[in-house]
T-cell receptor, first 110, second 115 residues
């Protein structure tokens, strides 16, 4: 079992839709969680990070962590074509190394 | 502030050859990391430097890979000799000391193709 599981998609939604991206993890030692966005031929760009269960909001983006069920979510409101990218969830424990999911490719259609 | 830069952006070599990848972290970032993404797989951690010292190299696949960070600035990752399974995208990331656990900034990656 992979430590971080993520549905690779692809996911296609119309502009303005609410997007829900999800990951599950198996390592109980994971303490911090983040979402990265990666455009084609670019490096991952940090979008959101959180240490605790609950919601964290930043503009149109909301990250949600449920440690009891080991579930990580990212919600994108009012999705835009510029949101089209691959979204990667990542988790870390005591060390600095991040464990990534495979990424979900999102397309927002105008 | 300039981001993490990596050179070259793409390298095509033959099996058995040597390749050296370079990473320049964001100025002032003492933490430097190497990750790799093999096609169809997730991004995987290779190693972590704090300044010039290797803090964690648990992800290095084998002794054909050698990472250095002389002077605690830029880093190189040498693959010698390269094998077909080394093909993938190699990412470098950096962060400030004490903030690495949540704010790792990634470079654009070096795409390595071994023929």
């Amino acid at each position: 079992q992979k430590e971080v599981e993520q549905d690779p998609g692809p996911l296609s939604v119309p502009e303005g839709a609410i997007v829900s991206l999800n990951c599950t993890y198996s390592n109980s030692a994971f303490q911090y969680f983040m979402w990265y966005r990666q455009y084609s031929r670019k490096g991952p760009e940090l979008l959101m990070y959180t240490y605790s269960s609950g919601n964290k909001e930043d503009g149109r983006f909301t990250a949600q962590v449920d440690k009891s069920s080991k579930y990580i979510s990212l919600f994108i409101r009012d999705s835009q074509p510029s949101d089209s990218a691959t979204y990667l969830c990542a988790s870390g424990a005591g060390s600095y190394q991040l464990t990534f999911g495979k990424g979900t490719k999102l397309s927002v259609i105008p | 502030e300039a981001g993490v830069t990596q050179f070259p952006s793409h390298s095509v070599i033959e099996k058995g050859q040597t390749v050296t990848l370079r990473c320049d972290p964001i100025s002032g970032h003492d933490n430097l990391y190497w990750y790799r993404r093999v096609m169809g797989k997730e991004i995987k951690f290779l190693l972590h430097f704090v300044k010039e010292s290797k803090q964690d190299e648990s992800g290095m696949p084998n002794n054909r890979f050698l990472a250095e960070r002389t002077g605690g600035t830029y880093s190189t990752l040498k693959v010698q000799p390269a094998e077909l399974e080394d093909s993938g995208v190699y990412f470098c990331a950096s962060s400030r000391l004490g903030q690495g656990k949540d704010e790792q900034f990634f470079g654009p990656g070096t795409r390595l193709t071994v023929l």
